[in-house]
């Protein structure tokens, strides 16, 4: 007789710990997040040490010109804040000055499209109110990755294939960086960045030279940031240089020094979801988060406790309350600083018990936002039907290696094929004390504009997601947050902190991070067994980035998802294309729950990795 107890097969084991745990997609920064606990410092100041390192190993997807939002629970505070690293448009980036230039959308590459760099920003007032470290203590992990190298995932390499042509024959800046010695660099080779490294090591010297305490230092850095040497170098690089974009054309930059001194990263409160003993937390209405929320309050009115996480029923009931939801995000969202969003309206029971009639047995093929008079505005969408359309050599703004479509129907396979579109970093902590953060890291990556030389790094390309219509909640405007797709989660269990969570992913973060919950609590999966399980996504709503085209009715699964899934999926009108087995996703996690301490992390790529004592 066998007294053990088989368990349902994961790729990697959830990792369960009382000290302390650190997922994020690349396992050197996981590393270093818990070399910073090991150190006594919180999973605030791992969380800093965390994001600067993955600035570093995984920079075609993420950078120091870039943005985040954060995500904390603070065990003394004894609640959950935002902390928004996300940068506003540049004064000189006007609807006008976009249609003077002749654009309708702002370029998803070059140097239009930068907002105000927020994720240093961000970190320095994580780490001033939330941490207890020093500023060198969690920054000297990164300067030595960027110092003496780190071996190059494959994933980076074939980005940096994605652009060779446009470094070389228009981003001299990053074809020195990127191309060493002239030549595509291979994968697992040793790749260094000492402008980086330099930048950050002169940042901290004269950040340190003021003198003072931990909190006087973490101050000066935000000034020589915002007000030094780098937003000089900024200015200068905006100023001089005409580059080439995804448009086509070379344009000249307007971000600014005047930009960067007026902007710094704030705090707010994070819109919430009853969903049973769940209260699931997103940053506010300037993210495409309200999504997942929304995706929950329709979906609470079908039992979905007895269905197949798998299966035709759960798939097909998700995408059709994903449609809606992101029918809404294109309609309603927009930086609540500027305009008002009907955020009450759009989470509540009878707006969604009226919305939720429009799921039917059917898939549908329209995108139809709900009717809140007096609030809103209409999204042109450009359908493309049959095979995913390939971007240009330079981009589509959005960071991860693409596909090729062959065959139609439950005979199309979906093949990597190196054309860059959509994707991040994110991390997910919890300390012995019980703070939890959760953050999505993104922009700046190597192939969103040419890297200033004198910095080591580029600048972000988030204006892209701007609407250039005045009417709209989501148009472009001085001073205004874009509408990011960048997501983290977290979720109290009974009114106690317990979820961190969060994956890369573009508009598909929000289609990931409810199948991953949904499947934990309604499946009674772990974590490792929520992330694993077979995935999809839908491309039904245009994508927030350039060119902001849509695919009505079509859904995208892995292999893994069963034929007769497949059949039934396609029997009720969804337009079915598959995908390589493991490649929906990239989701991390976190859990506190009693004692334990759970994480878990994406197999997919082998880039996510969690670790735990």
């Keep these: 007789m066998s007294f053990i107890n088989p368990a349902r097969f994961t790729t990697r084991p959830e990792i369960t710990g009382t000290f302390g745990v650190v997922a994020s997609t690349h396992w050197i920064a996981t590393a270093v997040g818990m070399g910073i606990l090991e150190?006594?410092?919180?999973?605030f100041d791992a969380g800093v040490a965390t994001a600067f390192t993955l600035q570093i190993v995984e920079p075609h997807l993420n950078g120091p010109g870039g943005d985040v939002p954060i995500m904390v629970h603070s065990a003394g505070k004894g609640q959950t804040e935002v902390i928004c690293g996300?940068?506003?448009a540049p004064a000189g980036l006007t609807i006008a000055h976009c249609r003077a230039l002749g654009l309708d959308l702002v370029p998803g590459t070059g140097?239009?499209?930068?907002?105000v760099p927020g994720t240093f920003d961000a970190y320095m007032l994580l780490l001033r109110d939330y941490g207890t470290m020093s500023l060198?203590?969690?920054l000297e992990p990164a300067i030595s990755y960027a110092r003496h190298g780190y071996p190059l995932i494959e994933r980076i390499v074939a980005t940096i294939r994605t652009v060779e042509a446009l470094f070389r024959e228009h981003w001299k800046t990053s074809a020195d960086l990127y191309l060493p010695g002239g030549r595509l660099p291979l994968p697992g080779s040793r790749f260094r960045n000492p402008a980086l490294a330099d930048t950050y090591e002169r940042l901290l010297r004269e950040a340190e030279a003021g003198g003072g305490g931990r909190e006087a230092v973490i101050e000066r850095a935000r000034k020589i940031w915002s007000q030094g040497f780098i937003a000089e170098a900024i200015d200068l690089f905006c100023r001089t240089q005409d580059v080439m974009d995804v448009s086509g054309r070379a344009h000249r930059g307007v971000l600014n020094g005047d930009d960067m001194a007026r902007w710094k990263a704030s705090v707010e409160?994070?819109?919430?979801?009853?969903y049973g003993r769940y209260t699931v937390q997103k940053p506010g209405a300037w993210c495409q988060g309200i999504a997942t929320l929304q995706q929950l309050a329709l979906l609470k009115g079908f039992d979905l406790d007895g269905l197949d996480p798998a299966g035709p029923d759960f798939i097909h009931l998700q995408v059709e309350a994903a449609k809606l939801a992101f029918a809404d995000r294109d309609t309603f969202l927009g930086d609540p600083d500027h305009v008002t969003v009907p955020l009450g309206t759009?989470?509540?029971?009878?707006?969604?018990?009226?919305r939720r009639t429009l799921i039917t047995d059917r898939a549908s093929h329209e995108q139809r936002p709900g009717v809140i008079p007096g609030f809103g505005g209409a999204m042109a969408v450009k359908a493309v039907t049959g095979p995913r359309q390939a971007v240009s050599a330079g981009g589509a703004g959005?960071?991860?290696v693409g596909d090729i479509h062959t065959g139609h129907g439950a005979g199309e396979v979906v093949e990597p094929?190196?054309?860059?579109?959509?994707?991040?970093?994110?991390?997910?902590?919890?300390?012995r004390h019980g703070n939890m953060i959760a953050a999505t890291p993104s922009g700046g990556w190597l192939q969103s504009s040419p890297v200033i030389p004198e910095l080591g790094f580029c600048l972000g390309s988030r204006a892209q997601m701007f609407m250039l219509d005045e009417s709209h909640p989501a148009a472009l405007g001085l001073g205004r947050r874009p509408r990011t797709t960048l997501s983290p989660t977290m979720a109290l269990r009974d009114g106690k902190p317990y979820l961190a969570w969060g994956s890369p992913g573009g508009d598909q973060q929000d289609q990931w991070i409810p199948q991953m919950f949904l499947r934990h609590v309604h499946s009674g999966m772990n974590l490792q067994e929520a992330i694993d399980a077979p995935a999809w996504h839908t491309e039904h709503f245009p994508t927030s980035f350039w060119p902001r085209t849509a695919r009505p009715g079509v859904i995208v699964v892995e292999s893994r998802v069963s034929k007769t899934t497949i059949a039934e999926l396609e029997r009720r009108g969804h337009i079915v294309e598959i995908g390589p087995e493991w490649s929906e996703g990239r989701l991390v996690a976190a859990s506190q729950d009693g004692e334990f301490l759970r994480a878990a992390a994406n197999p997919r790529g082998m880039q996510g990795y969690a670790a735990g004592r």
């Design 417 to 431: 094929n190196g054309i860059t579109r959509g994707d991040t970093v994110h991390f997910d902590i919890i300390d």
């Design 269 to 274: 409160r994070p819109a919430e979801y009853q």
């Design 398 to 400: 959005e960071p991860t």
């Design 86 to 88: 996300q940068g506003v």
């Design 136 to 138: 060198r203590a969690v």
């Design 346 to 354: 759009l989470l509540s029971d009878a707006y969604n018990v009226q």
């Design 39 to 43: 150190r006594d410092g919180n999973a």
């Design 111 to 115: 140097l239009l499209a930068p907002c």
